[in-house]
């Protein structure tokens, strides 16, 4: 469900005019070894990184994914958005370093 709900977020976040990268894929450093291959799911503007995700409750892992992705890509702002609740506004979550 995820790939559904991301497509279909890109695909009106091009018809606003912004610019989207999706399944961005980045290396996150790890002490002193880098872990390659890590995909974000959408990258907007080359400034914000969108996260989706369609559970019913997200794990506090979620969060701590979307700080590695912001660190990695030296990005201060992400939002993480769980389609998965009954209200989408209750599943926005804006993260800032």
Do not use: W
Request: one cysteine or more; proline letters at 1%.
């Amino acid at each position: 469900m995820e790939n559904i709900y991301e497509t279909a977020l890109c695909y009106e976040m091009n018809k606003a005019g912004l610019k989207v990268q999706r399944q961005v894929i980045t290396d996150i450093r790890f002490k002193d070894m880098i872990i390659q291959g890590q995909r974000i799911d959408v990258v907007v503007n080359e400034e914000t990184v969108v996260e989706v995700k369609s559970l019913k409750k997200l794990p506090d892992i979620a969060t701590s994914q979307v700080l590695s992705f912001l660190h990695a890509m030296k990005l201060g702002r992400a939002l993480l958005i769980n389609f998965g609740q009954l209200k989408l506004i209750d599943g926005i979550k804006r993260i800032s370093l």
